[in-house]
T-cell receptor, first 111, second 113 residues
Framework: QQPVQSPQAVILREGEDAVINCSSS?????VHWYRQKHGEAPVFLMI?????EQKGHDKISASFNEKKQQSSLYLTASQLSYSGTYFC????????????FGQGTTLQVKP | KAGVTQTPRYLIKTRGQQVTLSCSPI?????VSWYQQTPGQGLQFLFE???????NKGNFPGRFSGRQFSNSRSEMNVSTLELGDSALYLC????????????FGSGTRLTVV
């Protein structure tokens, strides 16, 4: 079952913050986050493992609540380079060879 | 280090034909996963190969098949092409250990006419 991402799209001004959510109807073992710019390959941002944790680097961080079966990606003080489509990928079994991706959230950062 | 290499980048085929796509993973990565990306369906998992064995399979018809060679390079084959097979096909390689993410290739854009 595909996880549900919200919102589907968001437009920001530089310096504003955004939150992207990823919800699953099934229990999750881990959640990956990727960003894809138009015409390019998805790029790995971070992974969160079962056990409930929060991670971050630079101004992008994420949390994983395994009880609620959801993860959130936080982008603070957004930059133009943050524009792109963000995907969460879910792993339900710890089988690290298969990810089910959400439908994506398109983020546009304007000057 | 070299990234994930997919060839060809673009392909135009006619309905009913078959096609083979290639993916060379990052050196040392033995897991290769394949995904189909379309505007309507997003990223859909096709299959994953690890150490020359298919370990996971998505919900695609048997026309979609793959294999992996001893050097970890992988190929994906689609037989009897249909118009709906037009998509960006992405492969991703990984170490297949907890905590590691995937590195995606730039994809092969397949157009079926």
């Amino acid at each position: 079952q595909q996880p549900v991402q919200s919102p589907q799209a968001v437009i920001l001004r530089e310096g504003e913050d955004a939150v992207i959510n990823c919800s699953s109807s099934k229990a999750l073992y881990s959640v990956h986050w990727y960003r894809q710019k138009h015409g390019e390959a998805p790029v790995f941002l971070m992974i969160l493992l079962k056990g409930g944790e929060q991670k971050g680097h630079d101004k992008i961080s994420a949390s994983f609540n395994e009880k609620k079966q959801q993860s959130s990606l936080y982008l603070t003080a957004s930059q133009l380079s943050y524009s792109g489509t963000y995907f969460c990928g879910t792993d339900r079994s710890g089988n690290t060879g298969k990810l089910i991706f959400g439908q994506g959230t398109t983020l546009q950062v304007k000057p | 280090k070299a990234g994930v290499t997919q060839t060809p980048r673009y392909l135009i085929k006619t309905r009913g034909q078959q096609v083979t796509l290639s993916c060379s993973p990052i050196s040392g990565h033995r897991s290769v996963s394949w995904y189909q990306q379309t505007p309507g369906q997003g990223l859909q998992f096709l299959f994953e190969y690890f150490s020359e064995t298919q370990r996971n399979k998505g919900n695609f018809p048997g026309r979609f098949s793959g294999r992996q060679f001893s050097n970890s390079r992988s190929e994906m084959n689609v037989s009897t092409l249909e118009l709906g097979d037009s998509a960006l096909y992405l492969c991703a390689s990984s170490l297949r250990t907890l905590g590691d993410g995937y590195t995606f290739g730039s994809g092969t854009r397949l157009t079926v006419v």
